[in-house]
């Protein structure tokens, strides 16, 4: 089975998107067209704070994954 | 196809519920953010303006993640700082400024995708606007100027202005995607301007983070107001001065991304800056 990108700590994600940007830079692109992971933004009423949602297509495993995991500054990536 | 010879702005009058993309070649002197910002004010002020401007960094280089913001507070021109994931959605949707004219007869909710506009009612579903991934939303359901549902801005001028204008909330989506020229001279430079976080002067945090910034500091939640007017111009994070002052590393970003600003252009900016203040005010 061959090593894929996971976010094993979601709920430590505090949106900065440098995973995203990063996918896209090794792709030659700045933006959001096309990224291969998506940072979705949710609040639930009443909360102070939005939570973040990591959706990492699996065509991840085509770019080096080892750089989108560690540009991510709150550990929520793995190689597993 | 970077455009680095003009700006374009989104201008949208709320009284008529009509927008249009316009392109401004004198505007390239002001750079962007509260220098393109107060141009626009100025070139708009009979429409009672508010602008929301980014800068040529903003999406391409870490800690440039604000948004301009300006405002007239019952005359007196405020520039604001926002965070959050705004200023990315505004610089691809492929323009530099979103000029808010006039009033609206209802209680409107502005759904912005690129250049295209449409006019919702008040109780639109938010959810429903724009792009999940790829959008902003600013809710002022609560009267206040939330974006995420946490970014703010200082004081409530903005509040008070969004509000008289009958915006009840704003969703800005932005799906372009651009490519530097130069894109290995281009990655390099970011790996190295993301390298200096221990140059800013905030701590990382456990807080939501602006878009472009690692940091998740506790300081981005309230925004900006006022302060170095490069910085404002390019629009960087106020906390970033020490990495955006350094007028090298400013033109290696410029030059990297194929704007040809000289040192005259960036020295002359304050100055200009000022002036525009004093016409408007």
Redesign the interface.
Known sequence: MPKTLKAVKPEKC?????CV?ES??QL????????LI????G?EAGE???V?CI?IDPRINSIGIEKIRD?C??LVLEIE | MMETKIKKALIIDLASQTSEVKSFSDLNSYVGGIGVGLKLYENYKECDPIVFSVGPLNGFFPFASKTSVIVSDDGVIEDLYVGGNLSLRIKFSGIDAIVLCNKSEENVVIDITNTSVSFKPEDTDFNSLGLPGKRSLIDMSGKEFIVQGYFSTPENFLEKCLLEKKIYGMCITGTENYKPINFSSYEKLYSEILNKKSELRVEAGIYPSCSNCPMGCGKSKVGEIGGNVLIHSLVACHFADKIYSDIGVVFSCLNVLGYDYTHEDLESLPKLIEDTIRRVS
Not at chain 1, 14 to 18: A, D, M, R, T, Y
Not at chain 1, 28 to 35: C, D, F, I, N
Not at chain 1, 38 to 41: A, E, L, M, Q, S
Request: proline share 7%.
């Open positions: 505090n949106g900065c998107e440098l940007l896209q830079r030659e692109k700045v933006g959001l067209e096309e990224s998506r940072v979705f933004t609040k102070e704070y939005p973040f959706d540009v500054p709150k």
